[in-house]
């Protein structure tokens, strides 16, 4: 039923570009965008989960999605400026300066996303208006204290030498943090589909997704799920956010706000509540943007939003997406 | 109707919004049979089904049951106290299986649950059949068993059944009759139900609720016999 | 011959206005128009001209949001966007074609209001019938697209740098009318009772459509789709009606924030800031009050004139401590902060709790 025939399309689609260019360039630029749709998947997963079972529009994602990218920063940049972890060729420092970075990202954006949940989010529970804009609040709040303990400009990521550069696979350049990235992406996505579909957990999850209401009716406290859920849902955003920075190597205030808005594309393109969804969205506008931002650079977010009109029109409620 | 009342509602007010929805409903619910709730459309008898369960705040009156005020608690909570819930419209998870639909009902993951699960099935061979399929895929009939099924994965001792017949055929009709009254033996019900065939066929006591009001209550037999009430408040 | 009754909604309506009419606010309303009216002659200072212009025309584009928000339910990120239109629209049209005449900014608005228009309603024809979070994020989408057209296409719109129109006849900063009454006509004094006139009937329109019948369907709209829709109304067709009919005032506001400011960018027009502004300014005002956009536009860019005196003042306090630099430059964080704090003790806004407390309190006058 689901997107039998679309898929067809899209995979004519994914094959079209081949035709403006040689085929390492189209190689190259299909890692990139993978990579790149690996990314936003993270943060629009979160973002997706989070609209589907709370009904919740959470702006201050895209203010963790920069915090989880600064905490790492700074693990990193403390590991590297006292041992050189990142520097150093050795594999094992790199995997720890990494893990370490991860780990300190996730724990600082569920804390955020805790008290996000807690003090600003539930009061307002049911008035959408209202949770708009004090989401909106937060997140000019959390992106001023990044400025304010930071500073405005850019840095730079120290980013682990053994990720970096390329491999030479018959004769094409892959680079190698993308390849990361597309491997940490489908790593958490094979997670959050063995959580959702095997797990109790996961279970009340979807259903609560699907109806709210009837959840409650039989007998489970989805409020407590919904604190869970935002907290996983941040997590996710901070682990997007930390590999966003290694992957263009620079850490800035206003990064999150910038991927924010493709998230919410990704969001609507692959339907409310949906992980998969977003995946397969996130994929969709990352290959496209590359292959367009190649050829026409001017036009890649044309391409983005036309994607997404097209998308609406087939289907109001996103490509696996429940009408409520 | 002599007994102590598994659920009593005294003197329910409900607003929707500024709409003074329930105005008085009153109700005496005795164990081991099914009461059932009539009345015209929009009288009423689903705002105090939800009202029952929690899921509308009553603004006056109380709710209690088995003597324990329930009427502000929480859904959720209420639920956990024995009562099952089949809403109107199903309330079915169509992107879960049948089989998912059924565990996410159950409270305990114990071997009684699980025997009470394997008599549903029986009883309803349909969704053993389906039992791997989406139950958005389900017929309407199914959908209906389905949620009633669910409703009885607990060891509820209330279920509050809204309107189980609507919208379907009346062969579907016939076989929901059998099987509510194969199960009859093993709960209370209070029913929601504007098929007068199927009320009357089920049914042991009857409340009649008339713009948002408790207006009249009796045995099931006394109003199959009395045709002046039926015609003035059901129009039948 | 007795004249036939009135039906009971006629009856109603009637008295409405009756008692409008005898409103003790119209005096008050009265008041302030006179402020605006006679300000820029009593208090010849160029500073509180023009913060009374912007406050005119973000009261007017507060309350033309507020029609969308406040009185059809609809909650939109697009606003700013048709007010950028407006800006973009006369902007261009008084720069791109040779010396400026009145010939073309009618043209100018005219452009925007079609093209304003037409996007509108195609956006709502689009999106209206999804999940209200969902149209957010859409309409959300397509403010940031326009953003991103308006730096990419540089050639036309002046990309990052912007446009600086000069305006035609008696609007030019140069024009010299002479003096009327002792008080010297200057092309921006023109300009300012032009646009302030301009604000005042826009104002009037909206508040003739939200107590029109049309405006009433809206409400019930707002209040119970559902219901609406089961009485037999088009609920989606109205939707669009009002939404377009807001964003077409929004677009003529933004036509006269261009004359009036003469330089228009993506930012200041098309962006989050604005969208921002206006959000905050709807909220302390009242939703759903439309004269709350005057309290809120005022008390805001009030606030935002005397801040700068503040992190002078601040920093001649606390010499030497960047910290406190650091902090008071930061003046975002406290419009964040200000934003939760507003949404969490004061979601009414300001006009909103007045009309509340006094609906509370027994009626003092028999009708």
């Known amino acids: 039923m689901k997107a039998r025939a679309p898929l067809a399309v899209a995979l004519a689609l994914l094959l079209l570009p081949l035709g403006f260019m040689d085929l390492r360039t189209y190689l190259t630029l299909t890692v990139a965008g993978l990579a790149m749709g690996m990314l936003i998947f993270l943060v629009a997963a979160g973002l997706t989960l989070i609209f589907g079972l709370m009904d919740v529009l959470n702006f201050a994602h895209g203010a963790l999605f920069s915090w989880g990218a600064y905490a790492g920063f700074a693990v990193a940049a403390l590991l590297n400026g006292r041992w050189g972890w ?32 807690r003090i600003i989010v539930r009061p307002v529970y049911g008035q959408h208006l209202f949770q708009i804009l004090i989401t909106l609040g937060a997140s000019i709040v959390l992106e001023e204290l990044i400025r304010i303990l930071w500073g405005p400009n850019d840095q730079v990521m120290p980013v682990p030498a053994t990720i970096q550069g390329s491999w030479d696979v018959a004769d094409v350049v892959v680079l190698r943090v993308p390849v990361v990235a597309i491997g940490l992406g489908l790593a958490i996505y094979a997670g959050m589909q063995l959580l959702l579909n095997r797990t109790r957990i996961g279970l009340i999850v979807r259903a609560g997704v699907e ?3 009837m959840i409650q009716v ?9 604190t869970g859920v935002f907290a996983a849902g941040s997590a996710l955003a901070g682990v997007g956010g930390l590999m966003w920075a290694i992957f263009s190597q620079s850490v800035r205030p206003g990064m999150g706000g910038e991927q924010l808005i493709f998230a919410f594309i990704v969001v609507i393109i692959g339907g409310l509540g949906s992980v998969t969804g977003s995946l397969v969205g996130a994929l969709m506008v990352g290959l496209s943007y590359n292959y367009v931002a190649y050829l026409v650079p001017k036009a890649a977010i044309g391409v983005t939003m036309a994607l997404m009109v097209i998308v609406l029109l087939l289907r109001p409620t996103g490509l696996y997406g429940t009408a409520k | ?27 005496r619910i005795r164990p081991d049979a099914v009461t059932v709730l009539l009345g015209r459309n929009g009288a009423g008898k689903t705002t105090t089904m939800r009202t029952i369960m929690g899921v509308l705040h009553p603004t006056r009156g109380a709710v209690r049951f088995d003597g324990r005020p329930i009427h502000h608690l929480p859904p959720y909570e209420i639920a956990r106290l024995g009562i099952g819930y089949v809403p109107e419209g199903q309330g079915i998870f169509g992107t879960l299986t049948v089989d998912e639909n059924l565990r996410v009902a159950a409270l305990a993951e114990d071997a009684p649950s699980g025997r009470r699960l394997e008599r549903i099935l029986d009883l309803f061979p349909d969704l053993d059949r389906f039992r791997h399929a989406r139950a958005g895929t389900l017929s309407g009939g199914q959908k209906q068993m389905l949620s009633i099924a669910r409703a009885f994965v607990n060891p509820n ?22 099987a509510l009254r194969a199960m009859k033996q093993h709960a209370t019900v209070l029913l929601v139900e504007q098929n007068f065939a199927m009320a009357s066929a089920l049914g042991d006591d009857f409340y009649l609720i008339d713009d948002g009001r408790t207006v009249r209550h009796g045995s099931m037999a006394s109003l199959a016999a009395d045709h002046e009430l039926k015609k003035k408040y059901l129009g039948i | 011959m007795t004249p036939p009754a009135l039906t009971p909604v006629q009856a109603k309506r009637l008295e409405a206005r009756r008692h409008r009419l005898q409103d003790p606010t119209l005096h ?15 208090v010849p200072s160029f500073q509180v001209t023009d913060l009374l212009l912007k406050v005119a025309l973000f009261a007017t584009l507060v309350a033309s949001y507020d029609v969308v928000i406040g009185y059809t339910g609809i909650v939109s990120f697009g606003h700013a966007m048709f007010f950028g239109f407006g800006a973009y629209a006369v902007a261009l049209s008084l720069g791109k074609w040779g010396a400026p005449t009145y010939g073309h900014l009618l043209a100018g608005f005219g452009a925007g209001i079609v093209v304003s228009a037409v996007v509108a309603v195609l956006i709502g024809a689009f999106s209206l019938r999804v999940k209200a979070l969902f149209f957010a994020m859409i309409t959300l989408a397509f403010a940031e697209f326009a953003l991103i057209l308006a730096v990419q296409l540089s050639t036309v719109t002046g990309g990052e740098d912007g446009l600086s129109p000069k305006l035609p006849g008696v609007f030019a900063a140069a024009f010299d009318g002479g003096r009327l009454l002792g008080i010297p006509l200057t092309g921006r004094l023109i300009t300012y009772y032009a646009l302030l006139a301009v604000c005042v009937a826009l104002f009037l329109l909206m508040s003739r459509f939200v107590h029109s019948p049309l405006g009433r369907t809206l409400q019930a709209i707002r209040d119970n789709e559902l219901r609406a829709e089961a009485l037999g109304y088009r609920t989606f067709v109205f939707q669009i009606i009002s939404s377009s009919f807001a964003s077409v005032v929004a677009t003529v506001l933004g036509g006269g924030y261009a004359m009036w400011v003469r330089y228009v960018n993506p930012e200041s027009t098309l962006g ?17 009050t439309l004269y709350g956009g005057i309290i809120g536009a005022a008390l805001l860019l009030a606030a935002r004139t005397l801040l700068p005196d503040l992190r002078g003042l601040s920093a001649s306090l606390f010499p030497g401590w960047e910290i406190v630099g650091r902090l008071s430059d930061r003046w ?4 964040g902060i200000l934003f939760i704090l507003v949404v969490f003790f004061f979601p009414k806004g300001v006009l909103g709790t007045i009309r509340e407390r006094l609906s509370r309190r027994p009626p003092g006058r028999t009708p």
């Open chain 1, 86 to 117: 990142a520097a150093s060729p050795s594999v094992a420092a790199n995997a720890l300066l990494l893990a370490a970075a991860i780990v300190v990202a996730m724990a600082v954006t569920v804390v955020l996303g805790v008290l996000l949940e």
């Open chain 1, 211 to 213: 109806n709210g209401e």
């Open chain 1, 218 to 226: 039989m007998g489970h406290n989805i409020h407590r799920y919904f």
């Open chain 2, 1 to 27: 109707m002599a007994g102590a009342s598994l659920l009593e509602v005294d003197d329910l007010h409900t607003y929707i919004g500024q709409h003074h929805i329930l105005q008085g409903v009153s109700l």
């Open chain 2, 157 to 178: 001792r209330l279920l509050l059944i809204d309107e189980p017949s609507k919208g379907l055929a009346p062969i579907i009709v016939e076989h929901l009759i059998d």
């Open chain 3, 28 to 42: 008050l309303r009265l008041g302030v128009l006179l402020a605006f009216v006679l300000a820029p002659v009593i």
């Open chain 3, 272 to 288: 989050i800031p604005i969208m921002l502004d206006v959000l905050l300014m709807v909220i302390i005002g009242g939703i759903g």
């Open chain 3, 332 to 335: 975002l964080l406290y419009f």
